[in-house]
């Protein structure tokens, strides 16, 4: 079963603070890896694509690794603002372009 | 350039109605999704149309979902007999083509549907 798990379920990170947040997926065939940002009441923008050779793809403060030896994913947030408090979502696509999605990862940056 | 739009924003409706939701999606996407976002959850797939190929309805939880799209432009989801379980945030994304190629994905704002 195709499955995106995504660690931790929630940080609290204070404001200019680095931090990383975890995606291991089991999805097969691998054809590419979302990120996504989800403000509360909104839906969700993307932030990186990496396909299968792509080892990181950054995106102004948003850095993303793939490792697709491992299966795992992460992303990491530079230097956080108070704006980067949303929830950020791991998405796996499959050949037949099914998309599996995280639970995601609810981020708050406080002052 | 308009980005995915979808109406209504809210939807609040009694046990055992049909409701239909609709998503206007970018100008020149071919492929089009819906998912439906239940509170505090991640998103779930419901189906998928790209261009004048057959959907892709394998994530519809019953058949009392059901999805049409109009060729390349507008789709309605429709929901018969709606339960509470149905509550949720429905979301509709569209994109130059298959998410199986790293094409950007465009969500709509969602329209929050609620089932009293």
């Known amino acids: 079963k195709n499955q995106v798990e995504q660690s931790p379920q929630s940080l609290i990170i204070l404001e200019g603070k680095n931090c990383t947040l975890q995606?291991?997926?089991?999805?097969?065939?691998?054809?590419?890896l979302r990120w996504y940002k989800q403000d509360t009441g909104r839906g969700p923008v993307s932030l990186t694509i990496m396909t299968f050779s792509e080892n990181t793809k950054s995106n102004g403060r948003y850095t993303a690794t793939l490792d697709a030896d491992t299966k795992q994913s992460s992303l990491h947030i530079t230097a956080s603002q108070l704006s980067d408090s949303a929830s950020y979502i791991c998405v796996v696509s499959a050949a037949g372009n099914k998309l599996t999605f995280g639970g995601g990862t609810r981020v708050l940056v406080k002052p | 350039g308009a980005g995915v739009s979808q109406s209504p924003s809210n939807k609040v409706t009694e046990k055992g109605k049909d409701v239909e939701l609709r998503c206007d999606p970018i100008s020149g996407h071919t492929a089009l999704y819906w998912y439906r976002q239940r509170l505090g959850q991640g998103l779930e797939f419901l189906i998928y149309f790209q261009g004048n190929s057959a959907p892709d309805k394998s994530g519809l939880p019953s058949d009392r979902f059901s999805a049409e799209r109009t060729g390349e432009s507008v789709s309605t989801l429709t929901i018969q007999r709606t339960q509470q379980e149905d509550s949720a945030v429905y979301l509709c994304a569209s994109s130059l083509g298959g998410t199986g190629n790293p094409y950007e994905q465009y969500f709509g704002p969602g329209t929050r549907l609620t089932v009293t």
């Open positions: 995606c291991n997926y089991t999805v097969s065939p691998f054809s590419n």
